[in-house]
């Protein structure tokens, strides 16, 4: 295997990998020449993730496995269900997709996770951990249902297993006895390091086979039910394929340990995985663009949550295995006691939260919006019924270019019909640093929500400043028009307003909104306009309209945000100008509105 030490700058040459169209060209090559196209697929999918950007480190760690797993198996009639989907760019590029890898996250181009409208060999969308057990299982159970043999294969990573519906899966599957075949993809680690029982036990599985008795390797997925054959080296082709053929040929659940290495090929990857996680897209050379400036929304809130702790022993911080995403190294470092990565365990993320607030400890979550969404019932049941002191660092809300899975767009509709939840969105640099300082004051549930990358460039001037629960700021007087803003798009709203001779609000708070601020803005202004980075549907403009019925205005009211659909992947500002969301798509609305009321 060569190993690459500086990513491609031109497209590899790849003869063999050039013949195969689909996996049934892979079936008809000899297995003596899958060692030549896994080396070349490892080439090309360098090249192509350093013109486009995404996720890839999983991925080179998979080359082999997915080699064999096309190869042994007569895909797309036997399923593969993929988890998470990160490591699916190698899978892409056999089954159809590799003249288009070059439209990775682009509009109109191909999804960076599988998808089921783009590929008969992507059978089950994902995205979210931890998923793919049961969704096999299911599709097992179908085609018992329906008289169907084919194989059904899920792959899972040692990260996603740690989640808990993994463990349901794993539970229900040997009381069904589905014929289902999990293969275990252990590289030790998920995004961040790995942490936990599970994640021990792995580590302590011999590097071959063995005895399969309970307490040594396999002995816990034995235990469960199922016939559990490893570990096995993820980059030995032939001692995967013999694997794979004899797992094949045995009935109901089975699992197969196969030990990889993300990253493999690419030295720099292999030596820091956590950060080679993903890829951003690589520049040509010769190109003098400034760099960014700034921090990021991030690192805004990792500074705030290590200024904090200093200042208060009672803080604790919480992740569930997005600790470099959520940028909590720090913090974890200089406070290990009070620091918990709780691994990809979203519901138990918040009710630690729950149960550490009854002890006196003041928790800070530390969450992407699309994740808290798997932890609803928490966030209502265990910390707001309760009115506990728990703060939600809601981090990527907002578009993002990796599309519906990860676009964080319905927190405020999910959570703002939650009592006792405070919910604030700040719309630069130092209002981030101010609600996080309010929301940690308050002494019930408070939930900030911030957008991936840099905001507009304010200095940061607030240390421990905190505003009064529901007041928002006026930024702009102007005349007939007020233009409202939540969070990320107040900036754009601003700017809309010097055009338009608009007065301008922001809001920062969703739940409460600031009534007495509204009521001005009514009695003022012929037409409200709410200007939000979310859907339409449940958002806080709709929690604007509700005000204005239940005080019995009768203002002109327009309401701007996402529409009612899941939204491309793409770059996000594209996508923002493409729902009318940048100045320019204000201005035009505004102006539109206003010509029609006369």
């Not at 990889?260 to 950060?275: D, L, S, V």
């Not at 918040?350 to 550490?356: K, R």
């Not at 900036?491 to 338009?500: D, I």
């Not at 205005?553 to 940048?582: K, Q, S, Y």
Request: negative net charge; contains cysteine; aromatic residues 6%.
């Amino acid at each position: 295997m060569r190993q690459y030490d500086e990513l491609p700058e031109k497209r590899p040459p790849t003869p063999l990998l050039d013949r195969i169209s689909a996996p049934a060209d892979l079936r008809a090559l000899p297995a003596g020449s899958l060692r030549t196209l896994a080396d070349e697929l490892r080439a090309y999918l360098l090249w192509s993730v350093a013109q486009t950007g995404g996720h890839f480190g999983a991925g080179l760690g998979v080359i082999e496995l997915t080699v064999a797993l096309h190869y042994a198996f007569e895909t797309p009639a036997a399923a593969l269900v993929w988890d998470v989907g990160h490591q699916t760019y190698p899978h892409k590029i056999l089954t159809g997709r590799r003249e288009r890898m070059l439209s990775m996250r682009q509009q109109q181009g191909l999804a960076p996770f599988p998808d089921r409208d783009e590929s008969p060999f992507d059978v089950f969308g994902t995205g979210h951990s931890s998923t793919s057990i049961s969704a096999a299982m299911g599709l097992a159970l179908a085609r018992g249902l329906a008289g169907d043999p084919a194989p059904v294969v899920a792959v899972i990573g040692d990260g996603a297993m740690t989640a808990g519906m993994a463990f349901e899966a794993l539970n229900h599957a040997a009381h069904s006895g589905a014929n289902l075949l999990v293969i275990l993809n252990d590289n030790a680690m998920s995004i961040s390091p790995n942490v936990g029982g599970l994640s021990q036990y792995l580590a302590r599985q011999q590097p071959q086979g063995g005895d399969n008795s309970p307490g040594v390797p396999g002995g816990l997925f034995e235990e469960l039910g199922f016939r559990y054959r490893g570990p096995v080296d993820g980059h030995d082709l032939d001692a995967l394929l013999a694997a794979l053929r004899a797992a094949q040929a045995e009935p109901g659940p089975r699992l197969v340990h196969v030990i990889t290495r993300k990253g493999r090929g690419y030295g720099p990857a292999e030596r820091n995985p956590f950060g080679l996680h993903a890829l951003t897209k690589i520049e040509p050379r010769g190109r003098n663009e400034p760099a960014p400036s700034g921090p990021k929304y991030c690192n805004l809130f990792g500074q705030w949550l290590l200024d904090t702790a200093e200042r208060d022993p009672r803080l604790v911080g919480i992740t569930p295995a997005m600790r470099e995403g959520s940028d909590l190294v720090a913090f974890s470092e200089r406070f290990p006691e009070r620091y918990h990565d709780v691994a990809i365990a979203e519901q138990h993320a918040v009710t630690l939260a729950a149960g550490l607030a009854c002890g006196g400890a003041k928790p800070v979550v530390a969450i992407y919006s699309t994740f808290l969404q798997r932890a609803y019932d928490q966030l209502v049941h265990d910390v707001a019924l309760q009115n506990l002191d728990v703060t939600f660092a809601l981090d990527r809300a907002g578009l993002v270019e990796d599309g519906p899975t990860h676009a964080g767009i319905f927190d405020l509709a999910f959570a703002r019909c939650i009592p006792n939840l405070v919910i604030m969105a700040p719309a630069d640099e130092n209002e981030t640093r101010l609600l996080l300082n309010t929301a940690y004051a308050h002494p019930g549930p408070a939930l900030v929500r911030y957008p991936r990358g840099r905001g507009p460039g304010t200095p940061v001037t607030a240390d421990t400043e905190t505003v009064p629960i529901g007041q928002g700021r006026r930024l702009r007087a102007g005349s007939r028009v007020a233009l409202l803003g939540f969070g990320s798009r107040v900036q754009a709203a601003l700017e809309a307003g010097e055009t338009l001779d608009a007065s301008v609000v922001d809001l920062r708070f969703v739940k409460p909104l600031d009534h007495d601020l509204l009521a001005q803005m009514a009695a003022s202004h012929d037409l409200l306009v709410t200007v939000e980075e979310h859907v339409i549907a449940g958002g806080a403009g709709a929690g604007v309209n509700e005000w204005l019925a239940a005080s019995g205005r009768r203002n002109a009211i327009m309401n701007l945000g996402l529409p009612d659909v899941f939204p491309e992947h793409g770059d996000p500002e594209a996508l923002l100008a493409a729902a009318g969301l940048d100045t320019d798509g204000i201005v035009k609305a505004v102006r539109a509105r206003l010509e029609a009321l006369g």
